[in-house]
């Protein structure tokens, strides 16, 4: 037995006794370092501290305490608000304003388990009330946020970047376009959905002036990933002061613009905050030392020697990576299968002649689609839990909506200037 297959037996082993992803992976390697013998064990809270002790890094506890600060400023409301009263409206409006709320909020927080359970805990209730399944209102409310870390600010992103060694602006950009594909292709599913499911549910015109007190209210909330985009590539501020910036600017908004933000509104947002940094960092750490652990056994190099010697063609490497993270996505975390994953496939596309950018949003997209697969699907079984719809009814009621999804990362694959538009527009 080989140490690579020790390693991953002990690690799916602990996974499947409940121990944490992060845990069970430096419980892994420390395994097979004691197996070895011969190596200083002090090389695992070294590797650890390097994966996380890096400038960029920074951005995400910034951008989630931002999205954070914004919940509980009242942005979130305004942008449900506008979106309501943008398509509120019109026959299986309501399905379709969750899925406006969702791209919209996507554009703060960068975190699709973020969003699922803020935007959630009120449209999924008002679905239900107004005549909607519980398991249709989970499933929309769940494939609708997986945007989010596909449209700038995304924390995949920026684990890709500091993974690749690219600019993150790039991949920002690059996450425009298929982000909006992504949303079109839920409201078209959402809207037909909808009216079959909840038939009964009345439309009517809105008052006029609706649309535009609306938009008033959330201007300041919509103006926020301008803000980053325009920020960033202007060349006012890199990605982490951006993030830092980001805070500072939900702090004004909130507390002295719409006046809603307190001191207790400030801690708890710095404790969600603070919780899902704790999350994410302790994956990339454990991830950097699972990575250095597999370039001293050399798989890289074996597995990119045995991928090169079958597979000549990008487009079906591509291909295959996506049956691939399709699979590891139903069991693993996004940023955990990034950190595992990317520096193994990375090289292999490289010399295969595969853009890079076009590369990370393939595979982001892809690994954040696993956010709504059963049996882990961390969004799915939020909004689950939050309609109180049992899994396997939710498991049923996403099919739909993961069929599209997985449109959009066919397209999105087969069509690399989706993704490389805005980067080439941007750089010329």
């Known amino acids: 037995m080989t140490l690579v297959e020790i390693l991953l037996i002990l690690i799916l082993g602990l996974m499947a006794i409940a121990v944490p992803i992060g845990f069970a992976v430096i419980a892994g390697v420390v395994g097979v370092l004691l197996w070895i013998g011969d190596i200083n064990l002090m090389v695992v809270p070294q590797s650890i501290f390097g994966g996380i002790d890096g400038f960029t890094l920074l951005a995400i506890p910034f951008f989630l305490l931002a999205g954070s600060l914004m919940t509980a400023g009242g942005m979130t409301r305004r942008l449900l608000e506008l979106a309501d009263a943008l398509l509120g409206h019109k026959p299986g409006g309501l399905a379709m304003s969750g899925v406006v709320a969702s791209t919209l909020f996507a554009g703060i927080s960068g975190s699709a388990v973020a969003d699922t359970s803020a935007l959630g805990r009120i449209m999924i209730p008002a679905m239900i009330k107004v005549g909607h399944k519980p398991a249709f209102a ?70 006029p002036g609706t649309v535009r007190r609306a938009l008033g209210r959330a201007a300041f909330a919509l103006l926020m990933p301008v803000f980053i985009l325009v920020g960033i590539r202007m060349g006012v501020f890199n990605i982490t002061e951006c993030s830092g910036v980001a805070v500072v600017y939900a702090l004004l ?89 990317v520096p193994v496939l990375y090289p292999i596309a490289l010399a295969l002649g ?12 892809n690994l954040c689609i696993g956010l709504i697969t059963p049996p882990v699907g961390l969004c799915l079984n939020i909004a689950c839990m939050i309609a109180r719809s049992p899994l396997e009814r939710g498991s049923v009621a996403i099919l739909p909506f993961l069929a599209a999804a997985l449109a959009v990362l066919l397209l999105v694959t087969l069509v690399p200037q989706a993704s490389l538009l805005l980067p080439g527009l941007a750089a010329g």
């Open 253 to 341: 908004v909130g507390g002295v613009v719409h006046r809603e933000l307190d001191l207790k509104r400030i801690y708890a947002a710095l404790v969600s905050a603070g919780r899902s940094t704790a999350v994410i960092m302790i994956v990339v750490g454990a991830a950097k030392l699972f990575s250095w652990l597999l370039a001293y056994t050399g798989v890289p190099q074996a597995v990119s020697a045995f991928v090169l010697a079958n597979v000549s063609d990008a487009l079906v490497f591509l291909l295959v990576v996506n049956l691939l993270l399709l699979i590891v996505g139903m069991f693993l975390e996004a940023n955990a299968a990034l950190v595992m994953l």
């Open 354 to 365: 595969v853009d890079p950018v076009h590369f990370g949003v393939v595979v982001v997209l």
């Open 138 to 207: 989970a499933s929309l409310i769940a494939a609708a946020n997986v945007v989010a870390p596909v449209i700038p600010p995304s924390i995949p992103f920026i684990v890709m970047g500091v993974l690749t060694n690219q600019s993150i602006t790039n991949l920002f950009l690059a996450g425009v376009i298929p982000g909006l594909l992504y949303t079109l292709a839920m409201l078209w599913i959402a809207r037909r959905l909808a009216i079959r499911d909840a038939p009964a549910v009345r439309t009517g015109k809105r008052p």
